[in-house]
Nanobody, 115 residues
Framework: QVQLVESGGGLVQAGGSLRLSCTAS??????MGWYYKAPGKQRELVAT???????TYKDSVKGRFTISRDDAKNTVYLQMNSLKPEDTAVYYC???????????WGQGTQVTVSL
């Protein structure tokens, strides 16, 4: 059973920063990253990073968010700077197995950005 455990969410004022962390129980992923789900909206990709370092970002977070991963710790991070109220959402860690291409999800962590 593979588990993804997230941490780092919370409440922050607009313009502030947060860092999300997600640690996997096993090192089997070719792709790790973050999605978010805002109230009344569908879950959307925020950022992903492959095992070779290729990154993908949602347009609205480019230049503000940075994804990184530490494979020795089976951990992916999302550094979020210059946060805006529209970044408020539940953020989900995502990972895809390099063997089966099976998708795995964390339980979600709330990020709330106030004015």
């Amino acid at each position: 059973q593979v588990q993804l455990v997230e941490s780092g969410g919370g409440l922050v004022q607009a313009g502030g920063s947060l860092r999300l962390s997600c640690t996997a129980s096993r090192s089997i992923f070719r792709l790790m990253g973050w999605y978010y789900k805002a109230p009344g909206k569908q879950r959307e990709l925020v950022a992903t990073m492959t095992s070779t370092g290729t990154t993908t970002y949602k347009d609205s977070v480019k230049g503000r968010f940075t994804i990184s991963r530490d494979d020795a710790k089976n951990t992916v991070y999302l550094q979020m700077n210059s946060l805006k109220p529209e970044d408020t959402a539940v953020y989900y860690c995502y990972a895809q197995s390099r063997y089966s291409y099976q998708d795995f999800w964390g339980q979600g962590t709330q990020v709330t950005v106030s004015l």
